[in-house]
């Protein structure tokens, strides 16, 4: 089987992952797999069927009996979430998720459900798949690995004006706090927490444009590939 390319892209909350992903995946011809739309896919669902989220063994027969998948069908800009065959795109990118995903994503048995799904995934497409243990847990032979970071302030800023296109008219306060309580429970969880993988390249897009950080990317892997592109 001819071997595939693999781009991780890890970070915090609003860095700026999956836009940039995005982007890559149009210029680049991969598959785009966005991780955090599956913890949200699921939370969503969770929070529909009214479970307990201190109910850890409910949220793992839910997960086990859930089935998410990511539809490319109208190009990459345009992914659509399915769980269980309901289109929940835009669902899962509510306040209530935000708050809940990462307390669903702490919970072991339900990241090797994921993690299974997403290797399953990489293994005959061109990927780039964004999250928060991809370059160290889901695919650790990923030839390139990234690092998005960005200061506090500026993810909130960012978060809060993606919320408010969307009709959340969110306090700047609560967006942050938000960002500040998924980063503690993601860094700090004992399974896969979010950390730098050791050989990832760190790009601090504080004050970097959208631009700036996809050249920066697509600059490596062209340098990579260019006996092969
Ligand atoms: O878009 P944003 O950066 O806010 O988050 P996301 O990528 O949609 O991920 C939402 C949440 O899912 C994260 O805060 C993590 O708790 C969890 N997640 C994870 O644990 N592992 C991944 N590979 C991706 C997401």
């Known amino acids: ?16 992952k999956s836009t940039v992903a995005k982007i890559l995946a149009q210029k680049l011809e991969y598959i785009y797999i966005d991780t955090g739309a599956m913890y949200r ?9 009214n479970l307990d989220f201190n ?17 490319n069908s109208l190009g990459v800009a345009n992914q659509l979430v399915y769980c269980d065959g309901k289109d929940v ?7 209530a998720v935000n708050k809940l995903v990462s307390v669903v994503a702490q919970i072991s048995e339900i990241r090797t459900i ?52 969307k009709g959340y008219n969110e ?14 429970l993601d860094t700090t969880r004992e399974t896969a927490p979010l950390k730098i993988p050791e050989d990832a390249i760190i790009i601090d897009t504080s004050s970097l444009t959208l631009t700036e ?16 592109l």
């Open 1 to 16: 089987m001819k071997e595939t390319i693999k781009i991780a892209i890890d970070g915090p909350a609003g860095a700026g």
């Open 41 to 49: 896919a699921l939370t969503y669902k969770i929070i529909q069927l």
């Open 55 to 71: 109910d850890t063994a409910s949220l793992i027969i839910c997960a086990n009996n859930t089935s998410i998948t990511l539809d």
């Open 89 to 95: 795109t835009e669902l899962i990118r509510t306040p």
């Open 114 to 165: 994921m993690v299974k799904i997403q290797r399953q995934l990489g293994l005959t497409n061109n990927i780039i798949m964004d999250g928060r243990d991809i370059g160290t847990v889901v695919l650790p032979e990923a030839k390139y690995k990234f690092f998005l970071t960005a200061a506090l302030e500026e993810r909130a800023k960012r978060r809060q004006k993606e919320l408010l296109d």
């Open 171 to 184: 306090q700047y306060k609560a967006v942050m706090n938000d960002l500040f309580n998924r980063d503690l």
């Open 213 to 228: 950080v996809v050249e920066k990317i697509l600059a490596t892997v062209m340098e990579g590939e260019k006996d092969a």
